[in-house]
């Protein structure tokens, strides 16, 4: 099986899950959050899927559960509670960024207001750490303690990494290990937690679980920076963003942030207020002509070449599942959109 | 020992492991975001406690577990997983009410902004999630694991009153059983899980530990009828807030649905806008003459009953915190503030 025939096997069977997981889940007085839930999870009123996201961090887990031990059943509960517990920070990302769109629909709060999207957020919370614990049952209690541990220590990671997000927002400058510090939380945190919890599901040891770990932070890494490249240097086309949309929304992802520490002729081009459409596609190149698109691509595949030397390391003989997941690293680094 | 001298050895333990817990999580690069929270928890900069909530959750935890076992440190993470809770929701309620003020200092949204704020919650729900699953630590993965699921089940109920309660302020009028629904969400079910999670932690079997959830329920049915009753005809010079603020701030509160429901004179007044200080005296006045205040008294008296007659039930033969339980039953439901 190739990586495509996994995924056309195990993306609907996480979706059925996740559905199957909210409808188990009494609402009684309250069908109108049930509905702010499924409409954040990206399925319509009558239950088909509308366009949510591409569950890469459950189908992550399931692969490396597969590819510790040729089954993916036990490590189903972990892979949707992160699926819940990254669309529960969605919700409540959107109303900090302000986001009045994700996916081409109407955000959460922009729809049922702040305070009832905050609400349904923390709901969603609560039903990723229900989830969580159902590892009980496929696993044991022992690995569902720690699982679950992890997965808060996770939660806390991200909080910070989201709380350096917001507070870099009225800085003028940000330095670029600060920054690679917040996306670790940011992001690449709860990826490292998705390839972990499929070995620690599938009864691994404390050092494979680790690199497990080392291999889904790289990926993390190397993902949001693709993600900031994408967001200078992407086509428009096929991201379905406006050219440079980071540089319009003045966003301090990494190209920009090279750019403003090395480059004098892009600070002066960064302290025009405001930024046109126009005057994008000069940006992007000054930045490309003084290094950071190079340092960006670099970076990117130091983490890259880091998580294929790991996976090397982890599966040196590989089953269907490792030899996809090698696949999916591959793809994951090197899409355009 | 009397309720006095549990509650003078008690709460200094429960503030001291709260303290602890805090601190030994690495917040590194974002001490502010520590700050946020060590803010809502009542401790000024210096660690100091600085007017926070009353702990009585979290004291209920202990008394339960001691009555049931005559020791309470089994039960400790659980009781300082719900004050952590407790502190999370008012974190979120403060910005979905746009209250400016708790305690008398500036809620936190007001102190460091909305999106802040949210975050800042999220953290102190990721850390009461890890400190309950440290039950594992003081009873055994099993109890730890039933406890954790009860928990956030506890989480959602609390997310479907708060959802109600929202929803409620743009209504004209709620229907008295949608209200006692909304506050057994909102305010009952999590003491329903205090007194619930201490015979947990004691080892008690699941008939005991129903009647314990019951108990608790009553009990935070009550107080929050009570609540009411203060917000409408208690004394201002006690509670701190000004007379009769529920009328002045227009929340629908049991007094104000029973007036709305069964008194067409209170229905006039009600319409009136704005509601004046002077006017809420006449107001409140209005709500005792139609019966409302009687009303709202039996129905306090009912569940404070119950409470009562269900705590016989569970303690036949009293030892020092289940003596202490009654008492604090009996002070909770008589307060005045």
């Given at each position: 099986m190739t990586l495509n025939d996994l995924q056309s096997q195990l993306i609907p069977q996480i979706e059925a899950s996740l559905k199957a997981k909210i409808n188990a889940f009494d609402f009684n007085h309250t069908?109108?959050?049930k509905r702010m839930i499924t409409y954040q999870m990206g399925w319509s009123a009558d239950g088909a899927h509308d366009g949510g996201g591409k569950r890469i961090r459950p189908f992550l887990s399931l692969l490396c559960?597969?590819?510790?031990?040729?089954?993916?059943e036990m490590a189903m509960?972990?892979?949707?509670a992160i699926e819940f517990l990254h669309n529960f920070t969605l919700i409540h990302d959107d109303i900090q960024d302000k986001s009045p769109l994700r996916h081409g629909k109407p955000t959460l709060w922009k729809k049922w207001g702040i305070a009832q999207a905050i609400n349904a957020g923390d709901a969603l919370f609560a039903i990723a750490q229900m989830t969580i614990l159902k590892l009980a049952d496929?696993?044991?209690?022992?690995i569902c303690n720690l699982a679950a541990s992890e997965f808060n220590q996770v939660c806390l990671h991200l909080t910070q990494g989201q709380y350096l997000d917001i507070a870099f927002e009225s800085l003028d400058n940000v330095d670029i290990k600060t920054y690679l510090n917040m996306?670790?939380?940011k992001t690449a945190a709860l990826i490292a937690f998705s390839t972990h919890v499929g070995g620690l599901a599938a009864g691994q040891t404390k050092d494979f679980l680790d690199l497990l770990s080392a291999?889904?932070?790289?990926l993390g890494m190397a993902f949001q920076i693709q993600d900031d490249f994408l967001g200078v240097w992407g086509d428009p086309l096929v991201t379905g963003k406006s050219t440079a949309s980071d540089l319009l929304t003045r966003k301090k992802s990494l190209p920009i942030l090279y750019g403003l520490e090395n480059c004098p002729e892009f600070q002066d081009q960064w302290q025009k207020v405001p930024i046109t459409a126009e005057y994008v596609l000069e940006m992007a190149k000054t930045l490309e002509i003084c290094g950071a698109k190079k340092y960006v691509v670099t970076k990117a595949k130091e983490y890259t070449?880091?998580?294929?030397?790991?996976?090397?390391?982890?599966?040196?003989?590989?089953?269907t599942y490792a030899v996809a997941l090698k696949e999916l690293t591959h793809d994951l680094l090197n899409r355009n959109a």
């Open positions: 069908n109108q959050l559960a597969g590819a510790c031990k040729d089954q993916i509960p972990a892979a949707m496929t696993t044991n209690e022992h996306i670790e939380g291999y889904g932070k790289c070449g880091r998580a294929f030397e790991i996976l090397g390391q982890l599966f040196p003989k590989r089953n």
